[in-house]
């Protein structure tokens, strides 16, 4: 038995927002991943839940009007990886979901949850920021959009106000249009491990595939959230494809983390690594793009 | 604190069962004291170990964190299920035994529950694949390689390739 002061179980957004102003100190679950293990680890022992779980309005990737991709926040894990839209339009994303855990934690984790949470390490979630993704979120003043980026605010804290929760997260079409991109995990396991260090990092070339028309890279564990790295961009963006420019874009990464010392992995090591994964994974990028790295 | 219960509708190994749940319950509480599926183990507790793997609609969890009251309305599917109308047991479950990948025997239910997923699909999967999928169970006797061999040849031989 868990340590479960009540449950509420919602069946729609509208009843989850109910709910949560009915009973202001209740917290969220979705698939538990998290918030069960915490309760049985004492940390959140004696709550009260919301379970979302069982609101299937909230689950599927779609496109909407204007050609977004639309992730409905308890989509999990596996069904964002075997989604065709997915493989077609954003496959760096499938790559990513499917280091979470092991199968069975991505059968029931989902991809709010794994954002909500708001940690550094989670494995969506500098794919997210490196793709510029949008948060949506609803509550009983209606829905809003943040960029994930103004979603995180620090370790363990997300922008939600009370009674709102987070309905879907939406990959603008100018965000992924002609853009390839690859993610690279660095845990000490292939399953069931936490990252000490994951980048994410995806380019758009020019239509001669010589210039990097745009790039973006993000990473998770290099702070206390996960973060881009804008000096990287700018020593990478409207460059050429060549060499130098891939050690300029790598190097130029540690004047923006900071990943600290814990019994993980040391900042010497992290930062040592964070070079050679924006490499690799800038590397990739511009292969899957079509492009070629010269000297 | 009062007790808060929900009356739940499921199908268990092929059965329509109801059930009142403690909400509190997981799905390995409900599945080992109501219905005495003790192949249902409880090891790590926290979703690691995956000792507890059973099948909801034909998909893999560690029950250990599912809550029970989630139960409602699914189809669950555990290592009993699996059983012939006359007793035998499944080909998944020969060929652990022939490949000696059982020793201790405490993550193998769950281990073949995942089998049993990836058996499911009718595809010929490689061995990277294999081992991705099955990657979810912590076993410290075998090795892990018998384990590997009793999948990938129960999948051959139902493709007919063996």
Known sequence: ?295 | MSKQYKQIHCVINGKEREAMVDVRASLTDLLRNDFRLTSVKKGCEVGECGACNVLVNGECFNSCIYLAVWADGKEILTLEGLEGPNGEISDIQQAFIDEAAVQCGFCTPGAIMSAVEILNEGRELSDEEIRIRMSGHLCRCTGYENIFRAVKKTMLKRLGKE
């Open chain 1, 1 to 295: 038995m868990y340590d479960i002061k009540a449950l509420y179980e919602a069946e729609s957004v509208e009843d989850a927002i109910r709910l949560m102003q009915e009973h202001p100190e209740a917290q969220i679950i979705a698939g538990g991943s998290d918030v069960l293990v915490q309760i049985r680890e004492g940390r959140r022992a004696g709550v009260e839940l919301v379970s979302i779980y069982g609101i299937d309005a909230m689950r599927g990737v779609t496109f909407d009007d204007e050609g977004a991709i639309r992730i409905g926040s308890l989509t999990s894990f596996s069904h964002i990886a075997v989604s065709p839209i997915i493989q077609e339009k954003i496959p760096v994303l499938g790559e990513a979901v499917s280091l979470v855990g092991g199968p069975q934690i991505r059968n029931i984790g989902t991809i709010g949850g794994n954002t909500c949470n708001g940690v550094t390490s989670a494995d969506s979630a500098s794919t997210l920021f490196a793709w510029d993704a949008i948060v949506e979120l609803t509550g009983p003043e209606g829905v809003r959009r943040l960029p994930i980026q103004e979603f995180y605010i620090k370790a363990g804290k997300v922008a939600l106000q009370p009674a709102e929760l987070q309905t879907a997260i939406i990959i603008p079409k100018k965000s992924y249009e002609g853009y390839h991109g690859n993610y690279i995990k660095y845990a000490m396991r292939e399953a069931m491990d936490i990252a000490n260090l994951g980048c994410s990092v995806n380019v758009l070339l020019s239509e001669d595939k010589q210039t990097i028309a745009d790039v973006r890279i993000a990473y998770g564990v290099a702070g206390p959230i996960p973060m881009r790295v804008p000096s990287a961009e700018a020593a990478g963006k409207g460059q050429k494809v060549c060499k130098e420019t891939v050690e300029a874009f790598s190097k130029a990464v540690l004047e923006d983390i900071h990943p600290r010392d814990s019994w993980r992995a040391a900042k010497a090591f992290r930062e040592h690594i964070a070079v050679e994964m924006a490499k690799r994974a800038l590397s990739k990028s511009i292969e899957l793009s079509g492009g070629e790295i010269r000297e």
